[in-house]
């Protein structure tokens, strides 16, 4: 299945092994994000750390494995999709997220509940992905 995964999908993970963390590494799922995802968690990774349940070695290496894990697209890929998302997205920074979810026709992996109020991309929740996953 693939998936496009928001930053705060990232964020969830790193801060505690959880449900999000197992499936960021379950590879059933194919996940591609927006290139700026890496460079949103380096402006909130002290914060992350902060809140962070990991020990320092096992924060950097999630990393690694998250960054060979989440197949990142250009902007010049969707930004085609732009104006459209920008109508339709309920926060201006999800737009990015949304157009690439468009572009290729797959769901959007994030808990950001407003994002479930546009119609034009299916959003999983970490638990609708779960129950999604057990069908």
């Known amino acids: 299945m693939e ?5 705060n999908i990232l964020f969830a993970a790193l801060i505690k092994v ?4 197992d499936l960021i590494v379950d590879n059933s799922l194919n996940l591609v994000s927006v290139e700026f995802i890496f460079e949103e968690f380096e402006k909130y990774k002290n914060l992350i750390k902060e809140k962070t349940e990991r020990t320092e070695n096992e924060f950097e290496r999630f990393i690694e494995i ?3 894990r ?4 250009p902007y010049e890929e969707f930004e085609s ?3 459209e998302t920008e109508k339709l997205s309920p926060d201006p920074k999800d737009t990015e997220y949304l ?3 468009l ?3 797959c769901t959007l992996w994030s808990n950001d509940k407003k994002l479930k109020t546009q119609d034009k991309v299916k959003v999983y929740s ?3 992905l779960m129950n999604e996953l057990k069908k």
């Open 66 to 68: 998250i960054q060979k």
């Open 126 to 128: 970490t638990e609708d």
């Open 18 to 21: 959880s449900a999000t963390s």
């Open 70 to 73: 989440i197949k990142l697209i």
């Open 3 to 7: 998936l496009v995964v928001d930053a």
């Open 81 to 83: 999709f732009m104006d």
């Open 103 to 105: 572009k290729l026709n």
């Open 99 to 101: 157009a690439l979810a």
